[in-house]
């Protein structure tokens, strides 16, 4: 009997086309329900009146979309410092492509609002309120994102904060506080995500910054951070 018999046809939109084979291979790797809340504009139709999938697609972009919707659909993502900026973008791009979002964040407003962005758009999502640069807390949002399920397919470090000063100026409470934050804060989320990943392997992502190679002016403990940042994302790759 057809899997597919009875289920209605589905017409799904994407960017472009690049590779009209590729496309047709990925397409058959996936099921169009689930990459159905990925749309976008121009034109790729995908139906199961026939025994192989069919398909149409104009311009570049669809050959992307597929490969992203192939990778991401229904993973399950634990992304720091979401609350705004580069980490909510990131949080709505994710969502968009299909992983399921865990936010980690001290700022529990803004958080609150890119989990509600995503519920209301894509969803799902859930917002865990944590301080990364506490182990203990790190650990304990890990188990409740993980409970009934104990797998992480993708870690964003993206939580950070900034510091003006030279080496001169600077304070010790600042440097500890950045410290704590930009490098304790991704080595906690690290720690206590791995277990989660090593079984089924996954991806980190630390979120760095050009600062961490060229000097930049009144940025001290910024840059040294970036820089240990980096150092940390090489050596847990080769670990």
């Given at each position: 009997m057809d899997p597919h018999e009875g289920r209605v046809p589905l017409h799904?939109?994407?960017g472009d086309l690049a590779n009209a084979a590729r496309l047709r291979h990925l397409i058959q790797q996936i099921q169009p329900d689930e990459i159905y809340n990925l749309g976008a504009q121009s034109h790729v139709r995908v139906s199961f009146d026939q025994p192989a999938y069919t398909f149409q697609a104009t311009g570049g972009g669809a050959l992307n979309v597929l490969e992203a919707a192939r990778q991401l659909n229904k993973?399950?993502?634990v992304i720091t410092g979401a609350g705004s900026g580069i980490g909510r973008a990131m949080a709505l791009l994710f969502a968009k492509q299909g992983a399921l979002v865990n936010i980690l964040d001290k700022d529990a407003e803004g958080a609150a609002r890119t989990t509600e962005m995503i519920n209301n758009d894509h969803g799902p999502a859930r917002f865990?309120?944590?301080?990364?640069?506490?182990q203990s807390e790190v650990r304990k949002k890990m188990a409740e994102i993980t409970a009934g399920d104990p797998a992480i397919d993708i870690l964003i470090n993206n939580a950070g904060i900034a510091h003006v000063g030279n080496a001169e100026n600077t304070q010790e409470a600042d440097f500890d506080r950045l410290m704590n934050v930009?490098?304790?804060g991704i080595y906690n989320c690290i720690h206590c995500a791995l277990p989660y990943m090593r079984p089924k392997g996954g991806v980190i992502l630390n979120m760095a910054s050009v600062a961490a190679t060229?000097?930049?002016p009144d940025r001290f403990a910024y840059s040294t951070s970036k820089g240990a940042i980096v150092a940390m994302t090489?050596?847990?790759a080769k670990d």
């Open positions: 799904l939109h994407f993973k399950k993502l865990f309120p944590c301080d990364v640069s506490n930009n490098v304790k060229i000097g930049i090489l050596s847990v």
